[in-house]
């Protein structure tokens, strides 16, 4: 951390993410959860402040080290399919902390993937990257292969390259075309700059085709490669500098 942010009160979640515990995201679920605390007194407030060096900070029962941070180490694991993203899940189903790289680090997934869809997650100890690649902004492109139940035509494609309407809200242009058919189901081949909650779905039901499949295969320049369900593999120094600078 700067040493500015030894001097100034900082926002507890920007705290967490700068330790590598969660990402800014994740912090405000874990204080909407009541699982942070601050010198002692649970964090109620989503934008409170604390004071490094003077302020004593725990997370799910554990003191926050405000210790120089760590290297930053990314990985990029294929999340099988029917598992949760998020590392806890109430009703006993697989999470994706179950398929984790063994390593000292504390890693997080960046984002997320429906329950039952799968590919290509990173994971992270670094808040401020997983921050900075999550925030709509940077518009980070996203490709998936998606199967859907009919014969799509090409034309029918066109409201979505040009931006599809989801929930009353016009969404950014997809990149989208189709691959091949098999019987009744078309399996396509699409790009997102964002990726709102369930809009694959939502987008294609919209059109008059069920999704059947959602497998993501690339984020920015990173590509799942020939991982398989539930293997991992640590991004390279290069590959987390193009992460970093937002090279993508």
């Not at 396509?188 to 993501?216: A, D, H």
Request: aromatic share 6%; hydrophobic share 35%; with cysteine.
């Amino acid at each position: 951390m700067r040493n500015t942010d030894f001097e100034e009160p900082v926002r507890i979640q920007k705290v967490i993410a700068q330790a590598g515990i969660a990402s800014r995201r994740a912090a405000e679920d874990l204080i909407r959860s009541g699982e942070v605390f601050l010198n002692g007194q649970i964090v109620k407030q989503m934008g409170q402040k604390m004071l490094i060096g003077i302020d004593h900070l725990s997370v799910e029962g554990r003191r926050v080290d405000i210790s120089p941070k760590q290297k930053t180490e990314v990985y990029a694991l294929y999340k099988p399919k029917n598992c949760i993203t998020t590392l806890n899940d109430p009703q006993g189903r697989v999470a994706i902390n179950d398929f984790f790289p063994q390593t000292s680090s504390r890693l997080f997934p960046v984002g997320r993937l429906d329950y039952d869809a799968e590919g290509l997650i990173l994971l992270t100890n670094d808040g401020d990257l997983a921050h900075q690649l999550m925030h709509p902004r940077h518009k980070v492109s996203k490709g998936y292969f998606v199967k859907v139940r009919g014969l799509v035509k090409n034309q029918a494609l066109s409201t979505l390259r040009q931006g599809p309407v989801i929930d009353d809200r016009k969404h950014q242009q997809v990149r989208v075309r189709i691959l091949h058919t098999v019987n009744d189901k078309t399996w396509l081949e699409l790009f997102l700059k964002e990726g709102t909650n369930r809009q694959i779905k939502k987008m294609f039901l919209n059109l008059g085709y069920p999704v059947l499949k959602i497998k993501r295969f690339q984020i920015g320049s990173i590509k799942l490669g020939d991982l398989q369900s539930g293997e991992s593999r640590a991004l390279s120094t290069e590959e987390i500098k193009q992460c970093a600078l937002n090279h993508f």
